[in-house]
Structure formats: C-alpha cells, structure tokens
C-alpha cells in the first residue's frame, strides 16, 4: 500500500484542504493516521465494521481489545451511549476537549468489533484541533487506538507512526508533537463508583473534584472490565529494571548499576526524570523508550517517579508495565 504522508506543522488554509482530504478517506472505509493532544491514533469510521477490523490488521493486534470513539461535539456522545447520566454530564464539562475516555453502556448501532464484544464503548472527545476537524468532516464517530504496532511504544510524533505503520495504512496526517504524551485516562461510568480502569493526565483526584465524591481505581491487571489490559504491553528488546527510593540513593544505585554493567560489557541506557517533572516525563516517556530501543542497549535503568503525584503515577503504570514489574528498591 502507498501511504499518503500530509504535513499539518503549519495550520492554515491549505491544513483544512488536507484534512478534508484524510476525512474522506475515513467516509469511504479507510485509515488515517492523526495528531490528538495524547498520543497518535490509526482511525476508521466507527460504523463500518469492515474498517474497523483493518485497524486491528494494521496494527497487528488481537481482535477483541476495544477501541476508544472519538467525537468532535459532546452532543455527539448519543450517537454511541445510552443511559447518559448526570455524572457523565458532568465529567464531560469539566475535562471535554481533552485526554478522559468515559467507558459507557453502548448502544446497538456499536459494531462489536469496536467494543471488543463488550456492551461498553469508551467515549472520547479529543482537544486537538487537527482531531476534532477531521471527525467533524468524516461526519461519524472516529474508532482509533494508538498508531503504534502493537508491542511498541505508543507514538507521539509523527516520524513515530511513519515508523510503524508507513505502508499500513492509507494516509498520515504529520501534525505537531504530541502535547501530552501518554494515553487518555480511562474511567468506567458503568461502574458504582465510577473505576479509573487506566491513569492519565486526568488524575483520579481531578475527577472526584468535579463529581464531589470518591471514585475507585486501578484493579486494571485483572479486572475484566479493561480487556484491553490483558494483552503483553509494549515491553523494550532491553531488560528493564525500575529503582526505587529517595532521589539521591536512585542516582547512586542507577550510577552504580551503570558502571558495574558496563564493565560486564552491557550496553545501558538510563531514564531518569528530574524530580517533580512529571509533565516532561510524560511527555517524553515513549519518545525516549522508542530511543532506548534503536540504541540498541541491553539494560534499561529506570529511576521511579514518587507515585503519589497524579500524573507520576500514570507514567509509572507505564513504567512498570515496560519493565514487567521488574523494580528494586533503594
Ligand atoms: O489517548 C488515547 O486514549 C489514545 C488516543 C488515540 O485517543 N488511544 C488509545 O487507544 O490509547 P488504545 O486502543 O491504545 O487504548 C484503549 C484503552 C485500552 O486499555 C482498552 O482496554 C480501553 O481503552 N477500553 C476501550 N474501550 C473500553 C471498554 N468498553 N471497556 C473497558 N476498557 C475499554
Ligand atoms: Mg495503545
């Protein structure tokens, strides 16, 4: 397939031509590849089932993980969900645009193959402009996943998903850098109390702020609720080992690890965040892991982020996952 790569760096007159452009593709069953202010998605029309199962192609992944659909106006939400609450209203309001996916009963029109066979569907309305045009065009709800291949780090810049999926995929439209740079927090509203089944930038205490009452989280491991949980997670071809405790005995151990490794002749990569920059470390967590990889190093020493912190701790939920739960602490 001859993929078609669309420069939107620059918005303009001519960037509104291009997406009008990616959103016809979309209405004829085919897959764009977007900027959203998380991470890239490879997105089909959420009603058309053919389309939707050549996502899963692309990216090479199991067939029965759900998808989150994306819609350009909160309005649209009813064209996917029933029973929409006052809560769902409220969450809407408070992070819409923007990186919270709301797990909701799914209405029949929902091609299973978008849910996973779930009677859920996650609900997403996206704050990048780019996203928002292209699903208002299309004029339907867009399925996208992340535009990585399956087993690799979730993409936030375009060279990203023209590494992945050039050649996969019928058009990639080159936005700018990821703003965020982890996925959307996932919170299931069918849930009493709504579960944060994925963290993100959207912490669990921002939500209870703006229901004014606790909501539960994690239990993602197990919990059948996120499927999309069961799958091997991006893991590096490097072990990776997560160092844990006060921030100067981490710098010591990782630096002790380093050279003791190195003269064992490994090739080791450190990934080490400055303390309190759990926005950068988001921002750069796959970019750097994606890096990690072409260097071709054969240990990973990772220093922990304080998971107290909201968005440290859904870089470490990405964390540990890449690490297989491999952690010592200090
Ligand atoms: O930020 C994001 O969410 C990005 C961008 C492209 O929007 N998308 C993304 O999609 O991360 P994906 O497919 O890589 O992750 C979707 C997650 C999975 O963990 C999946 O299990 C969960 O959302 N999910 C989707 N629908 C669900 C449902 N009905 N019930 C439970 N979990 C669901
Ligand atoms: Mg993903």
New binding site residues.
């Given amino acids: 397939m001859q993929t078609i790569i669309l420069d939107l760096s620059e918005i303009s007159e001519d960037a509104h031509k291009k997406i009008y452009e990616a959103a016809r593709i979309i209405t004829k069953g085919g897959l764009v590849a977007f900027p959203?202010e998380?991470?890239y998605?490879i997105g089909a029309d959420a009603f058309n089932e053919e389309a939707v199962a050549r996502v899963y192609e692309a990216k090479g992944r199991p067939s029965d993980?759900?998808?989150?659909v994306?819609i350009a106006r909160a309005s649209e939400i009813g064209l996917l969900a029933r029973e929409i609450n006052p809560e769902v209203v409220k969450l809407a309001d408070a992070f819409w645009p923007g990186?919270l996916?709301m797990?909701l009963r799914k209405r029949e029109e929902v091609p299973a193959r978008v849910?996973g066979g779930?009677d859920?569907?996650?609900v997403?309305l996206?704050d990048s402009r780019i996203a928002r045009e292209l699903i208002r065009l299309a004029g339907t709800p867009i399925a996208?996943?992340?535009a990585n291949l399956s087993g690799r780090p979730?993409p936030t810049t375009a060279e990203h998903v023209i590494e992945d999926l050039d050649g996969k995929v019928d058009m990639i439209l080159k936005g700018p850098e990821c703003r965020i740079g982890i996925?959307?927090t996932?919170v299931?509203m069918t849930a009493k109390p709504p579960r944060v089944?994925?963290p993100g930038f959207v912490t669990r205490d921002d939500i209870e702020s703006a229901l004014e009452t606790p909501i539960e989280q994690g239990g993602d491991a197990e919990s059948p609720?996120?499927?999309?949980?069961k799958y091997r997670h991006y893991a590096p071809q490097a072990q990776m080992l997560v160092i844990e405790g006060a921030r100067e005995k981490v710098r010591s151990e990782i630096k002790r690890l380093k050279t003791l490794n190195e003269n064992l002749g490994s090739k080791v990569g450190v990934l080490l965040f400055e303390e309190k920059g759990y926005i950068t470390a988001a921002h750069d967590f796959y970019a750097r892991l994606r890096t990690l990889d072409e260097e071709g190093v054969d240990l990973i020493l990772a220093g922990a982020l304080p998971e107290t912190d909201g968005i440290g701790f859904a870089v470490m939920n990405r964390m540990m996952k890449a690490a297989g739960y491999n952690i010592a602490k200090v």
């Fill in positions: 959203t998380t991470v998605g993980n759900p998808m989150i994306h990186p996916t797990v849910t779930l859920t569907v996650g997403r996206p996208a996943p992340s979730s996925e959307s996932v299931d089944l994925r609720r996120s499927p999309g949980m």
